[in-house]
């Protein structure tokens, strides 16, 4: 909002200084109001816009001071500012529409979970008072379960401990960039998902690479910097060599060709795009394409793991009931 507010401003010509001096008047700033202060100090003092952003806001994306610095250079900071608001708008609703997506899967997995532990730690210790001494006489598989409960009855207090420190520690591990770079890398792998990660990634390069184009960017310097936004490995290296091939003089479609990982639509696309002059908006258009086919994959996704939570979920729920019935079955075979 914040962002939004200044781009407006400026597009309505309203001097920088002045502009950021009025935000600091808005009500709903307030957790923003220092930051604000050392925009509008270090710009009083000489500094550049894009470096006073980063400086008060280090925790925005950094394609947002791109953008910032194509505006200074070509006069349309405004313009930029409503571009790089514009991708952030996709970012959130992109992490919005995931988290959205995976509320039901985890709730049943938690559900479904909270539901053994119960068993487990509830139910079983009771019924294996009835065979106390006895558990040999029983089959495999519920003898395994009645112990397995009377386990985790017995220690409850280490097994709520353990859950609360994974869940902390899962949180804190997080926070950690590197951790969640291997994760990214480990989801890569996977049949499903790593495609899917790969479309939103390429929708996410065309769309940034399109805007600095836009915004009066060279091709070179839009290619480093769209580059900065992509987080997957395999990507991040092969569009390294797209951009020493094009300052090699190669064109763009003929060196994203070479990578073998654009579909032949998005690479027609970019030729079409480079012999009309249009490059900009055909990304664009790649971008659209990516996203839909993004989309499309993450539905999929999702279809196929709601009935695998539920059936995990049932298989594991349906054996234990399956082994204590077993057990009550043999209860007539043992000598109580």
């Known amino acids: ?42 710009l009083r003092g000489g500094e550049s816009f894009t470096i006073c952003l980063e400086a008060g806001f280090p925790g925005l994306p950094g394609y947002v001071a791109q953008l910032a610095a194509a505006g200074e250079a070509t006069g349309r900071l405004g313009q930029a500012l409503q571009d790089a608001v514009a991708q952030m708008k996709y970012d959130l609703a992109v992490r919005q529409d995931m988290r959205n997506s995976l509320t039901y899967p985890l709730i049943l997995m938690l559900a479904g979970a909270t539901a053994v532990l119960f068993i487990f730690i509830v139910v079983v210790p009771r019924f294996s008072a009835m065979l106390k001494g006895k558990l040999d006489q029983l089959p495999f598989i519920s003898r395994a379960v009645i112990e397995l409960g009377v386990a985790l ?35 890569d792998r996977l049949p499903l998902i790593g495609e899917w990660l790969l479309e939103t990634e390429l929708a996410r390069w065309a769309t940034m690479l399109s805007t600095l184009l836009l915004n009066g960017v060279d091709l070179i310097r839009a290619l480093h910097f769209a580059r900065e936004t992509v987080y997957l490995d395999r990507l991040y ?11 090699t003089g190669k064109p763009l479609s003929e060196a994203i060709s070479s990578q073998e990982i654009f579909t032949p639509t998005a690479i027609s696309l970019i030729q079409v795009g480079e012999a009309s002059g249009a490059l900009a908006s055909l990304l664009k258009s790649m971008a659209d394409l990516y996203n839909n086919a993004a989309q499309q994959r993450m539905k999929r996704f999702l279809i196929m793991l709601e009935p695998i939570s539920i059936l995990f979920i049932g298989t594991v729920i349906g054996g234990i009931v399956a082994a204590i019935m077993l057990a009550i079955t043999s209860v007539n075979q043992v000598s109580l």
């Open 1 to 42: 909002m914040l962002m939004e507010q200044l781009a407006l401003l400026l597009c309505a010509g309203i001097p920088l200084l002045s502009a950021v001096a009025s935000l600091r008047n808005q009500p709903h700033i307030e957790t923003h109001l220092e930051s604000l202060r050392l925009v509008e100090r270090r």
């Open 153 to 187: 009855n017995e220690a409850k207090l280490a097994v709520f401990l353990l859950a609360l420190g994974l869940l902390v520690g899962g949180m804190f591990l997080w926070r950690d960039q590197r951790v969640r770079k291997k994760l990214r890398e480990l989801l």
């Open 237 to 247: 290296q092969r569009l390294g060599n797209v951009t020493k091939l094009v300052r």
